[in-house]
T-cell receptor, first 115, second 114 residues
Framework: AQSVTQLGSHVSVSEGALVLLRCNYSSSVPPYLFWYVQYPNQGLQLLLKYTTGATLVKGINGFEAEFKKSETSFHLTKPSAHMSDAAEYFCAVSALSNTGNQFYFGTGTSLTVIP | DVKVTQSSRYLVKRTGEKVFLECVQDMDHENMFWYRQDPGLGLRLIYFSYDVKMKEKGDIPEGYSVSREKKERFSLILESASTNQTSMYLC?????????????FGPGTRLTVT
C-alpha cells in the first residue's frame, strides 16, 4: 500500500524567500513522484515529475524537487517566492503493484506569499 | 498539449435532479478519472476507467455512476442530486499503464445543489 503525506496544510512565506513544501511517501517499490499546482477555481497543473534517472528534477515556474530514497521524500523548493506562486500544491505518487498500478494524492498544502 | 475539457465550469441544480457532468480529452488517453475536491479533504477518487466501456469504483462511488462509451469521453452521473454532493468535480486523463503515469486535469466543475 502507498500513502503520501504533506507536512503542513498551510505554509506562509515572504515574497523573495525560499519556498519549501514537504512531501513524504511510503512505497515498497520504486515510485513515480509528482507535484501539481492548483490556482483558485482551476484544475490541477503538473509542475514536475520524477520517474527514473537524475534525482533532482526541475519543473515549470522555477520550482524543483529532489527524490531522496533514503528519506522517502520528494520536497518541492523554489529559491525566491513570487506573489503569483500563491496556490494549492499537491504531491502525488504512483507505483507498480501486483494489485495494479495506483496513483495517490496528498491532501495538499496551501501556499500564501506575503508581500 | 493535452487538453481535458469539462462541459460546465459552474452548475446549479436542485435536490433530486439527475445531473450529468461531461469530460472530453483529446490525446487518445486510455485512462480517465473523476474526483471531487472539498476543503480540507483533498482529492477523492469517485470512479475511474482504464478502457472504453470499462469502469471501476474509486474511494467514494456512492450516489454516482459513470459512462464511457467512447475513448475520449467519460461522463459522471448523479442519479438524484443531494446537497452533500455540492463540490468541485475534477476530471483527469492519463496514458496507459493503469494508474502509473501523470494525470492531466480539466478546469473543474463547481456544482451547487440547492
Amino acid at each position: 500500500a502507498q500513502s503520501v503525506t504533506q507536512l503542513g496544510s498551510h505554509v506562509s512565506v515572504s515574497e523573495g524567500a525560499l519556498v519549501l513544501l514537504r512531501c513524504n511517501y511510503s512505497s515498497s517499490v520504486p515510485p513515480y513522484l509528482f507535484w501539481y499546482v492548483q490556482y483558485p477555481n482551476q484544475g490541477l497543473q503538473l509542475l514536475l515529475k520524477y520517474t527514473t534517472g537524475a534525482t533532482l528534477v526541475k519543473g515549470i515556474n522555477g520550482f524543483e524537487a529532489e527524490f531522496k530514497k533514503s528519506e522517502t521524500s520528494f520536497h518541492l523548493t523554489k529559491p525566491s517566492a513570487h506573489m503569483s506562486d500563491a496556490a494549492e500544491y499537491f504531491c502525488a505518487v504512483s507505483a507498480l503493484s501486483n494489485t495494479g498500478n495506483q496513483f495517490y494524492f496528498g491532501t495538499g498544502t496551501s501556499l500564501t506569499v506575503i508581500p | 498539449d493535452v487538453k481535458v475539457t469539462q462541459s460546465s465550469r459552474y452548475l446549479v441544480k436542485r435536490t433530486g435532479e439527475k445531473v450529468f457532468l461531461e469530460c472530453v480529452q483529446d490525446m487518445d488517453h486510455e485512462n480517465m478519472f473523476w474526483y471531487r475536491q472539498d476543503p480540507g479533504l483533498g482529492l477523492r477518487l469517485i470512479y475511474f476507467s482504464y478502457d472504453v466501456k470499462m469502469k471501476e469504483k474509486g474511494d467514494i462511488p456512492e450516489g454516482y455512476s459513470v459512462s464511457r462509451e467512447k475513448k475520449e469521453r467519460f461522463s459522471l452521473i448523479l442519479e438524484s442530486a443531494s446537497t452533500n454532493q455540492t463540490s468541485m468535480y475534477l476530471c483527469a486523463s492519463s496514458l496507459g499503464g493503469q494508474g502509473l503515469y501523470e494525470q492531466y486535469f480539466g478546469p473543474g466543475t463547481r456544482l451547487t445543489v440547492t
